[in-house]
């Protein structure tokens, strides 16, 4: 799953940890919910909001946090990096 957020949350754990936000409520936009296809080089997937309200973006929001949130077992890899590309259709 990946939340999006409008100021960055803080968290209680750090990875590998509960997953709990302690701060940033007001500027959560919704959560999306999706499954991967994991290639050698990469993954893909296609997600649909799974909680929240219609997500309507602001103009004037000029920076959109995510978090990752897995929900099978994960060994993270040293130096790991995730990206998030996000598509807009209207």
Do not use: K
């Not at 296809?37 to 296609?46: H, I, K, L, P, V």
């Not at 602001?58 to 060994?75: A, F, K």
């Amino acid at each position: 799953m990946v939340n999006l957020w409008d100021a960055a949350p803080s968290y209680t754990n750090g990875d590998g940890g509960i997953y709990v936000a302690i701060t940033g409520s007001a500027g959560w936009l919704g959560q999306f919910s999706f499954s991967m296809n994991q290639f050698g080089d990469g993954a893909s997937g296609r997600a649909g909001l799974s909680y929240g309200p219609a997500i309507v973006l602001d103009p004037s929001i000029t920076t959109i946090y995510w978090d990752l949130l897995t929900q099978s077992g994960v060994t993270p890899i040293s130096d790991q990096q995730f990206n998030l590309t996000a598509e807009c259709h209207g």
